[in-house]
Antibody, heavy 122, light 107 residues
Framework: EVQLLESGGGLVQPGGSLRLSCAASEFTFSNHAMSWVRQAPGKGLEWVSATTGSGGSTYYADSVKGRFTISRDNSKNTLYLQMNSLRAEDTAVYYC???????????????WGQGTLVTVSS | DIQMTQSPSSLSASVGDRVTITCQASQHINNYLTWFQQKPGKAPQLLIYDASNLKTGVPSRFSGSGSGTDFTFTISSLQPEDIATYYCQQYNNLPPTFGPGTKVDIK
């Protein structure tokens, strides 16, 4: 069974930084594009970023472009999200999700982790 | 970005009822649409992909249809364990975008 385990969330001040990790297991990590999706408290789902299976291509939502960086280490089966210049509106549960192919084009988010909460507040 | 709308925003139905949720895209998205179920306090789970394909292991009471801009999600016989919020999501264009969700309760 696919396992996706996020970590790294917590309380951070506005303007601060945080790095999220997602440890993947029970599938061939490098064969799948990966994504981060977030959900503000009591709100809907917002796609944040994605990377291809090789890590060679990435895409970002306009709301985080220039502040967040997605990366992956296929030797460690781990996905990352480096979040800089954090704002109150970045407060959310951040989910790691696996695409059904090595590309994020025309691909489905078929498995999700349990999420990690990021709170941006002074 | 493609805007996704859903209706209704919430509904209450009895066990055994047929439940239908609609999703509309602001642009043509072919059949690149998924439906997710999110139970309270849990991560979303994929139910249907490519508008009408049921993910392996998902009960057959769930179904989806549509293409282009208009899509429908149906629970043929509502069960107590179906209490959740349901989201549609398009993946024809980047960025992928979600509908606002439909909260389903038991009457």
């Amino acid at each position: 069974e696919v396992q996706l385990l996020e970590s790294g969330g917590g309380l951070v001040q506005p303007g601060g930084s945080l790095r999220l990790s997602c440890a993947a297991s029970e599938f061939t990590f490098s064969n799948h594009a990966m994504s981060w999706v977030r959900q503000a408290p009591g709100k809907g789902l917002e796609w944040v970023s994605a990377t291809t299976g090789s890590g060679g291509s990435t895409y970002y939502a306009d709301s985080v472009k220039g502040r967040f960086t997605i990366s992956r280490d296929n030797s460690k089966n781990t996905l990352y999200l480096q979040m800089n210049s954090l704002r109150a509106e970045d407060t959310a549960v951040y989910y790691c999700a696996k695409y059904d192919s090595s590309s994020y084009y025309y691909s489905t988010l078929e498995n999700w982790g349990q999420g990690t909460l990021v709170t941006v507040s002074s | 970005d493609i805007q996704m709308t859903q209706s209704p925003s919430s509904l209450s139905a009895s066990v055994g009822d047929r439940v239908t949720i609609t999703c509309q895209a602001s642009q043509h998205i072919n059949n690149y649409l998924t439906w997710f179920q999110q139970k309270p306090g849990k991560a979303p789970q994929l139910l249907i992909y490519d508008a009408s394909n049921l993910k392996t292991g998902v009960p057959s009471r769930f179904s989806g249809s549509g293409s282009g801009t208009d899509f429908t999600f149906t629970i043929s016989s509502l069960q107590p364990e179906d209490i959740a919020t349901y989201y549609c999501q398009q993946y024809n264009n980047l960025p992928p975008t979600f509908g606002p969700g439909t909260k389903v309760d038991i009457k």
